[in-house]
């Protein structure tokens, strides 16, 4: 007896998949015809099914998937389209194997009287929870092509931001792998070799040779040991940075540090506002707007501030107070809310507000590659006028002494 795989569709039409043994393929089919059900595929349990392998989600879906799902999304449900149609149309644009299948599940849900965000919901982790609120205020209030094209740009701002950091992080990252390739290589090749040769001399080191021979000697011995103690480090930090107290620590000390503060700050400002903007032009009460916007924040000490607030609004008090007190929030950001406030366009200010936090990561990220920059190369050009320093002060001793040899012996003649 042999294990099958099988997929199967019963008298309505609702595909039925299972496990079975039996003798062999016939035999199953026979067994499945005598359940009452349509065959649609029988297979081995343990025959590698590359459609299955390329619809393995890893990493997730991509971003850019997403935005062009919801733009295409929302210019069919304007055209009139049903959602059922647009979402049809939209499995067979999908070219993401992954997000295809996710999208003919939504499609299967809705057609059968589910919403378009609870469909999402029950398929899986596609959109967060900020997301998925703002489709079912636009279903609930008939401008779901709105909240669509809205959300799109959301998505696109916010992986804009991402992308921002990660360019300005690029250069230096690979200076610093440089750096920590010519080290290594010069410490386990070349050094041993210049070592060699000074001990056939056998004459006095400079404390700078004799440093960086003893530094050569410890990471030859002792490389694995290196390895390890950078294991452990690395391991052991990431599970402290896992628990509560990790994260916190870490996201205070990154507010902390020169210029990576200033540019998260402005980061955590720019999605704070944007964001608070949207859902509340999309109809969401402040307080569960509030709720979904610290959600969203990746940054501990502002979910912090932002959870606060809402408790003090809950209460009747103004946004702006909470915000006017936190060590985190500039001057502008609490004027502006406060203003907002006062007039009833508080979704208006925010997004002003937003344009302009916007602009300052920009140049907050040109400037932090501009600082970084000439910093790694200086410290590149230190780390190996240093190794320089050590292999050829001997050299120029031993030719000092060669000369001094000469000079005695011309005389002696």
């Known amino acids: ?238 599970a402290y940075l896992d628990t509560e107290g990790g994260k916190r620590n870490k996201d205070k000390i990154m507010l902390k540090m020169p210029i990576v503060g200033t540019i998260v700050t402005k980061m955590q400002l720019a999605q704070f506002t944007r964001l608070l903007a949207l859902l509340l032009g999309s109809g969401l009460s402040i307080i569960r707007a509030l709720e979904l916007t610290a959600q969203s924040l990746s940054n501990q000490m502002f979910r912090d501030v932002i959870l606060a607030s809402r408790d003090d609004v809950e209460k009747g008090g103004s946004l702006a107070i909470p915000i006017a007190r936190s060590e985190y929030f500039p001057l502008i950001v609490s004027s502006m809310i406060a203003v907002g406030e006062e007039t009833g366009e508080l979704d208006t200010v925010l997004n002003k507000v937003a344009e302009y936090y916007k602009e300052e990561v920009d140049v907050a990220t040109s400037s932090m590659s501009t600082i970084l920059e000439p910093v790694f190369l200086i410290v590149m050009g230190v780390v190996i006028a240093f190794i320089a320093l050590a292999v050829y002060m001997p050299m120029f001793q031993l030719s000092e002494v060669m000369s001094m040899v000469v000079d005695i012996a011309s005389v002696l003649v």
């Open 1 to 238: 007896m042999k294990k099958f795989k099988y997929s199967a569709r019963d008298s309505q039409g609702k595909e039925v998949t299972g496990k079975i043994e039996a003798k062999d393929k016939d035999a199953l089919a026979e067994i499945l015809h005598d359940r009452g059900l349509i065959v649609v595929s029988i297979k081995d349990e343990f025959t590698l099914d590359w459609q299955e392998l390329a619809e393995i989600n890893i990493g997730g879906i991509p971003m850019k998937d997403k935005v062009v799902f919801m733009r295409q999304m929302a210019t069919m449900v304007s055209s009139g389209l049903p959602l059922t149609r647009a979402l049809e149309i939209m499995e067979q644009q999908v070219e993401n194997p992954a997000f295809r299948k996710i999208v003919a599940e939504v499609k299967a849900s809705v057609e059968s009287g589910e919403s378009l965000s609870d469909s999402f919901r029950q398929a899986g982790e596609v959109f967060d929870d900020v997301s998925l609120n703002l489709i079912e205020a636009g279903e609930s209030s008939g401008n779901l092509d709105t909240i669509l094209t809205k959300l799109a740009t959301e998505l696109e701002e916010s992986k804009k931001l991402a992308d921002k950091l990660r360019g300005a992080l690029i250069y230096p990252i690979i200076i610093l792998v440089v750096i920590i390739a010519v080290v290594a290589m010069l410490m386990f090749v070349l050094v041993p070799s210049m070592a060699e040769i000074y001990a056939d001399f056998g004459a006095e080191l400079p404390w700078v040779t004799t440093f960086l021979i003893d530094m050569s000697n410890f990471a030859v011995a002792y490389w694995w040991a290196i390895l390890l103690t950078i294991a452990v480090v690395v391991i052991g930090g990431k």
